[in-house]
């Protein structure tokens, strides 16, 4: 028996107190005969053979047993029945054609799943066509859990989590199925973009769209040199992201509800949703360790000097010599093991962590751009000009480069970039 005996007496006991009418205005017998074989069960009373009639001679005639009656009486010892008979009689007094009012039915829904919340349970409504049935349910059985919940950097992510569960638990599935949505376009356009890239996405898009994005940059593409079988299953991801935000349209609060969700749905899209989200934060953590033997490797590459004349005895290299640069030994093998995800995890490492303190730390800073200058964009050119610019160690380097920049890309250049270079000397 899986409902305890202080939770049943608690429930029973509110009733009792609160003087709160188990059969409304129904006929007692009928409501009971719902649940119980009042045939099978003995009389007290020597006119009668059953139970039966006992509650038609002392209920429906006379009316001198108690309302609360039934709590009491040792044929129905309600703290003895199974789970199932003592749930089906929870779920008749919430019936609506037994408890129309459906304020007074909340009422009567919160003050129960008060107690069984003690036991993990809950009385759950469910729609079977046009009528509004409850059931008891386990609210914590079988609940995925995130394991990599410490590896989400916002704060509105494990609201939403903590947010799905409850609202399953609180028989919500509309809005169970909104928080699912809004968690995983919070982690695809906010966290994890930013955590990959060093910013989040701006630009209005759909889910889909979000999930595009990430796949891409955690080299999730179903073309890459993978398992046939795997392939198969990331690629799977795919469809269940855009079932999710398709499904989200259709039956949650967000948007005029064509169907409404049951508990089975509701569960699916939870837990599709922390699934996906367990396994992309697992692939990031999996591609961050890639990108620590990376940066391991880069730092073991020959010295080359950026830009500064011909007076040095070491050659000085540019961005129109990058073809030459990556066929150089160590360098073309370095650049040969990198795939988009490192690039742009090794331009976010370099542009955010990496100290220019000496000439040397500055030519390490450009070579490295010009390596990886086929996934730079604008936004990378505006962040390293904010860290370069009034930096004495690598101003001129920062200068030249803008000019090479603008030779090849000038729609990468803001006006304040081209003033910048313009200006012949700030020393």
């Given at each position: 028996?899986?409902?305890?005996?202080?939770?049943?007496?608690?429930?029973?006991?509110e009733?009792?107190?609160?003087?709160?009418?188990?059969?409304?205005?129904?006929d007692?017998?009928?409501?009971?005969?719902?649940?119980?074989?009042?045939?099978?069960?003995?009389?007290?009373?020597?006119?009668?053979?059953?139970?039966e009639?006992?509650?038609?001679?002392?209920?429906?005639?006379n009316?001198?047993?108690?309302?609360?009656?039934?709590?009491?009486d040792?044929?129905?010892?309600?703290?003895?029945?199974?789970?199932?008979?003592f749930?089906?009689?929870?779920?008749?007094?919430?019936?609506?054609?037994?408890?129309?009012?459906?304020?007074?039915?909340n009422?009567?829904?919160?003050?129960?799943?008060d107690?069984?919340k003690?036991?993990?349970?809950a009385?759950?409504?469910?729609?079977?066509?046009?009528k509004?049935?409850f059931?008891?349910?386990?609210?914590?059985?079988?609940?995925?859990?995130?394991?990599n919940?410490?590896k989400?950097?916002?704060p509105?992510?494990?609201?939403?989590?903590?947010?799905?569960?409850?609202?399953?638990?609180?028989w919500d599935?509309?809005?169970?199925?909104?928080n699912?949505?809004?968690?995983?376009?919070?982690v695809?356009?906010?966290?994890?973009?930013?955590?990959?890239?060093?910013?989040?996405?701006e630009?209005?898009?759909?889910?889909?769209?979000?999930?595009?994005?990430?796949?891409?940059?955690?080299?999730?593409s179903?073309?890459?040199?993978?398992?046939d079988?795997?392939?198969?299953?990331?690629?799977?991801?795919?469809?269940?992201?855009?079932?999710?935000?398709?499904?989200?349209?259709?039956?949650s609060?967000?948007?005029?509800?064509e169907?409404?969700?049951?508990?089975?749905?509701?569960?699916?899209?939870?837990?599709?949703?922390?699934?996906?989200?367990?396994?992309?934060y697992?692939?990031?953590?999996?591609?961050?360790?890639?990108?620590?033997?990376?940066?391991?490797?880069?730092?073991?590459?020959?010295?080359?000097?950026?830009?500064e004349?011909?007076?040095?005895?070491?050659?000085?290299?540019?961005?129109r010599?990058?073809?030459?640069?990556?066929?150089?030994?160590?360098?073309k093998?370095?650049?040969?093991?990198?795939?988009?995800?490192?690039?742009r995890?090794?331009?976010?490492?370099?542009?955010?962590?990496?100290e220019?303190?000496?000439?040397?730390?500055?030519?390490?800073?450009?070579?490295?751009?010009?390596v990886?200058y086929?996934?730079?964009n604008?936004?990378?050119?505006?962040?390293?000009?904010r860290?370069?610019?009034?930096?004495s160690?690598?101003?001129?380097?920062?200068?030249?480069?803008?000019?090479?920049?603008?030779?090849?890309?000038?729609?990468?250049?803001?006006?304040?970039?081209?003033?910048?270079?313009?200006?012949?000397?700030?020393?």
């Amino acid at each position: 028996m899986l409902i305890s005996e202080k939770t049943r007496r608690n429930i029973c006991d509110e009733l009792r107190i609160e003087n709160i009418a188990w059969h409304w205005r129904h006929d007692e017998i009928a409501f009971l005969k719902r649940i119980f074989n009042l045939g099978d069960l003995p009389s007290t009373d020597g006119r009668y053979d059953t139970m039966e009639g006992d509650i038609w001679q002392h209920r429906l005639i006379n009316s001198d047993w108690p309302d609360q009656w039934i709590f009491d009486d040792s044929r129905l010892d309600l703290m003895k029945w199974s789970d199932e008979t003592f749930s089906q009689l929870l779920a008749e007094m919430l019936h609506p054609l037994v408890r129309e009012n459906e304020a007074e039915r909340n009422g009567l829904l919160e003050l129960i799943n008060d107690y069984l919340k003690d036991d993990g349970f809950a009385m759950m409504p469910e729609n079977s066509g046009r009528k509004l049935r409850f059931k008891m349910v386990k609210t914590d059985e079988n609940r995925i859990e995130i394991e990599n919940s410490g590896k989400i950097s916002r704060p509105f992510i494990k609201e939403q989590l903590e947010k799905c569960d409850r609202k399953l638990a609180e028989w919500d599935y509309d809005w169970a199925i909104t928080n699912a949505r809004a968690l995983l376009e919070d982690v695809l356009a906010k966290d994890l973009h930013k955590q990959i890239t060093g910013k989040e996405i701006e630009s209005p898009g759909d889910l889909g769209d979000y999930y595009k994005k990430i796949k891409a940059l955690l080299n999730l593409s179903e073309g890459t040199k993978a398992n046939d079988a795997l392939k198969m299953v990331t690629s799977w991801i795919t469809s269940i992201v855009s079932g999710i935000a398709s499904v989200r349209n259709t039956m949650s609060d967000s948007h005029t509800r064509e169907t409404a969700p049951s508990r089975h749905h509701a569960k699916l899209v939870v837990n599709s949703t922390k699934t996906i989200v367990d396994f992309l934060y697992d692939v990031m953590e999996y591609q961050k360790a890639r990108l620590e033997r990376c940066i391991i490797k880069k730092s073991k590459l020959p010295y080359i000097r950026y830009w500064e004349g011909m007076q040095y005895k070491i050659a000085c290299r540019w961005l129109r010599d990058r073809d030459y640069i990556l066929s150089l030994p160590g360098y073309k093998d370095f650049f040969w093991t990198l795939d988009t995800f490192l690039k742009r995890m090794l331009v976010n490492e370099l542009i955010n962590n990496f100290e220019i303190n000496c000439y040397d730390d500055s030519d390490e800073f450009f070579i490295t751009l010009v390596v990886l200058y086929d996934v730079l964009n604008a936004d990378d050119l505006e962040r390293i000009f904010r860290k370069t610019k009034w930096d004495s160690q690598s101003d001129w380097s920062m200068r030249f480069f803008l000019e090479e920049v603008q030779a090849k890309n000038p729609e990468y250049l803001t006006r304040e970039m081209i003033e910048y270079i313009s200006v012949p000397d700030k020393f």
